[in-house]
Nanobody, 122 residues
Framework: QVQLVESGGGMVQAGGSLRLSCAAS????????MGWFRQALGKEREFVAS????????NVAPSVKGRFRISRDNAKNTVYLQMDSLKAEDTAVYYC???????????????WGQGTQVTVSS
C-alpha cells in the first residue's frame, strides 16, 4: 500500500511558477513509477508527466512540454512537478499517482493522491 499526499498548489498569475510535491509513504517508493495528472472542471482527467523508478526516463504531455518538468528524490520519497510559464488553461486539480510500471498512465496507475488545486489567473 502506498499513500500519496500532494502539496504546493495555489493561485498564481499567468506567467508565474509553482512547484508541486507529492510525498509517498512506505519504504518501496523507489520501486514505483510516478506520474502527475490533472482534471479541470467539467473535463476528464488527463496525463501531465511521468517518471520512471530510477528517474532515468521522464515524459511530459505535449501541452506542457518546455514549461513543466517532473523529477523525483527517492531518498525523500517525493516526486515534484515544476510548473513554469503557467497559463489559464493549466487551471485544474493536480493528482499524483504511482504505478508498478515505469510509465504511469490512467490505466496503469495503482495509487492516487487526493489532489491539489492550481488556479492560474489571466
Amino acid at each position: 500500500q502506498v499513500q500519496l499526499v500532494e502539496s504546493g498548489g495555489g493561485m498564481v498569475q499567468a506567467g508565474g511558477s509553482l512547484r508541486l510535491s507529492c510525498a509517498a509513504s512506505g519504504r518501496t517508493f523507489s520501486s514505483y513509477g510516478m506520474g502527475w495528472f490533472r482534471q479541470a472542471l467539467g473535463k476528464e482527467r488527463e496525463f501531465v508527466a511521468s517518471i520512471s523508478q530510477s528517474g532515468g526516463l521522464a515524459n511530459v504531455a505535449p501541452s506542457v512540454k518546455g514549461r513543466f518538468r517532473i523529477s523525483r528524490d527517492n531518498a525523500k520519497n517525493t516526486v515534484y512537478l515544476q510548473m513554469d510559464s503557467l497559463k489559464a488553461e493549466d487551471t485544474a486539480v493536480y493528482y499524483c499517482a504511482a504505478s508498478s510500471r515505469p510509465f504511469v498512465t490512467l490505466g496503469s496507475a495503482e495509487y492516487w493522491g487526493q489532489g491539489t488545486q492550481v488556479t492560474v489567473s489571466s
